[in-house]
């Protein structure tokens, strides 16, 4: 059974900095790309991040130059390192994975709030 785990949500000021990390269990195909997403309230869920397996990095353009997607093909894991917080990015923040076989399996979130 496929497993996706997030974790390191938590409560930070803005201005400040968090890191997020995904780990894929259970997964008989390589992994094709991993994403993060985020869903505030009332909102729906857009893209954050996004990584192949050869290292090809795409942002959205609202954190582009604050956030940093990394990954270790060996462990299939991955992180979201962020930085400079705002206030409206306080959501659940999701891991999507991708297969080779282009099959998608989502974790079910960690919450990070930003508030001073």
């Known amino acids: 059974q496929v497993r996706v785990v997030e974790s390191g949500g938590a409560s930070v000021k803005p201005g400040g900095s968090l890191t997020l990390s995904c780990e894929v269990t259970?997964?008989?195909?390589?992994?094709?790309?991993m994403s993060w997403y985020r869903q505030g309230p009332g909102e729906r869920r857009d893209l954050v991040a996004f990584m192949t397996a050869d290292g090809e990095r795409q942002y959205g353009d609202s954190v582009k130059g604050r956030f940093t997607i990394s990954r270790d093909n060996d462990k299939n894991s991955m992180s979201l390192r962020m930085t400079r917080l705002k206030g409206e990015e306080t959501a659940v923040y999701y891991c999507?994975?991708?297969?080779?076989?282009?099959?998608?399996?989502w974790g079910q979130g960690t919450q990070v709030t930003v508030v001073s």
């Open positions: 259970g997964l008989a195909d390589r992994v094709w790309s």
């Open positions: 999507k994975i991708l297969d080779a076989r282009y099959k998608e399996y």
